[in-house]
């Protein structure tokens, strides 16, 4: 993965790119969270939006933590750790928009002439 060294090297550093490095770069990110049982997480606009995790990590969240190697476990729980505490921050959850107000009608109202339809119903 053709990334910078400080953001991929390194069992203890927190891996993040950008989404258009993980994009262009996708199969060795795969490969890297493959073979290196690590977490490579994905940033836009410096808030992280995703992160890739190995199978592993699933089966944590699954719990069934206990089929997989103490040692794998730690390393994937310390890169979760590194992931979430250092760096970008989370996504904030989105805005929500205050209501618009009511606009008030533009439209006159008609008023029936009265005096007119009486005076033509009397002749």
């Given at each position: 993965m053709k990334l910078s060294k400080t953001a991929v090297s390194g069992s203890a550093k927190r891996r993040t790119v950008s989404t258009s490095q993980g994009r262009a770069n996708f199969a060795a990110a795969?490969?890297?969270v493959q073979k290196e049982k690590t977490i490579i997480g994905f940033n836009r606009y410096s808030q992280s939006v995703a992160a890739l995790v190995p199978v592993e990590a699933l089966l944590m969240l699954a719990g069934r933590g206990n089929a997989i190697e103490p040692?794998?476990?730690d390393k994937i729980e310390?890169?979760?750790?590194l992931f979430l505490q250092a760096g970008a921050p989370l996504q904030r959850p989105a805005r929500v928009p205050a209501p618009a107000p009511a606009?008030?009608?533009n439209k006159k109202k008609?008023?029936?002439k009265v005096g007119a339809?009486?005076?033509?119903?009397?002749k």
């Open positions: 795969l490969q890297t040692a794998i476990r310390r890169m979760a750790h606009k008030a009608s008609k008023k029936k339809v009486r005076a033509s119903a009397r």
